[in-house]
């Protein structure tokens, strides 16, 4: 039986409680959320922290809040919120297709937003997603809040820009006119990790596509998103050549390694497929054309 190592244990009040927990225990403390990923490391002995701290308890760190053309989104809302939430389906569709094809209900009930951004999993789902809809992390330390965009919050596999003392709190999604999203995923069983995924985003004036994004997951794409293919999309007529092309450019700039998912060139292929079919998916819900 595997076992985590010897750990203390902390459980916070407050987002403020958490990271004074933090300073006080320096760089061997974890921050707990829902912990599907961070206690099976635990167990493998990949990761051995000192104090666990607990934010479970911090409900002011779990709604869903639609302000100012944003919608909020507290680092303890839990996947299944996000995915039964009306808003989100209403305004972005992607996060509830991503949902719908992670892990199972047991995980999707307890675990976290936060957690899984914070995990930093080249396969995550969420980060791809968030990469797509462009969105805006909010950090909170000793010394205040700042923002990031999802783009740098990565840094490297397992790596994120959040510092030994500070809690991610918050993700921000702009709400603009004439967008639609969508999200593709090919898993080798269901609710597993995906071989390949992408998540797409388009902003339309009339039949052109004013602006996009376009998030890969687990095909090695920098800091989760295809940049170029977003660059060439920008100003073209939203047609099937059209998105057919940002697919390849999308697909050249990745750079997928072969492991016990799927050979290079099999991933290289689904990111190129995938980015298609989210961008058509994208391109009709933005239409009007379909949920």
């Not at 990923?37 to 002995?45: C, F, G, T, V």
């Not at 783009?151 to 709400?175: C, D, K, M, Q, S």
């Amino acid at each position: 039986m595997q076992v985590p190592a010897h750990l203390d244990y902390e459980r916070a009040a407050s987002a403020d409680h958490a990271i004074a927990l933090l300073v006080r225990y320096g760089p061997g403390a974890r921050i707990l959320a829902g912990g599907h990923s961070l206690i099976p490391m635990m167990k493998l002995r990949l990761v051995q922290p000192e104090v666990l701290i607990d934010i479970n308890g911090v409900p002011d760190l779990c709604y869903l809040n639609l302000t100012d053309a944003r919608l909020r989104i507290g680092t303890l809302t839990r996947h299944t919120q996000l995915l039964e939430s009306q808003i989100v389906s209403e305004h972005f569709a992607i996060l509830r297709d991503a949902e719908r094809v992670i892990a199972d209900p047991i995980v999707r009930n307890w675990g976290t937003v936060g957690g899984s951004l914070c995990q930093a999993d080249p396969s995550e789902d969420l980060s791809a997603a968030f990469a797509a809809m462009k969105g805006t992390m909010v950090i909170h330390g000793p010394d205040g809040s700042r923002e990031v965009s999802a783009r740098e919050f990565h840094t490297g596999p397992y790596e994120t820009v959040v510092g030994p003392a500070e809690l991610l709190t918050e993700i921000n999604l702009p709400i603009r006119p004439g967008g639609g999203s969508a999200y593709q995923k090919v898993s080798r069983r269901t609710g597993d990790w995906p071989v390949g995924a992408a998540g797409a985003a388009v902003w339309l004036t009339g039949d052109t596509i004013a602006d996009a994004g376009i998030g890969l997951t687990a095909v090695g794409a920098t800091h989760f998103a295809a940049a170029e293919a977003e660059e060439y999309l920008r100003g073209k007529t939203a047609t099937e050549e059209t998105l057919a092309r940002a697919g390849d450019i999308a697909a050249e700039n990745c750079r997928p390694v072969t492991d016990q998912r799927g050979p290079a060139d099999y991933k290289r292929h689904l990111a190129r497929e995938l980015t298609i079919r989210a961008l058509r998916l994208s391109v009709a819900r933005a239409r009007g054309h379909a949920a």
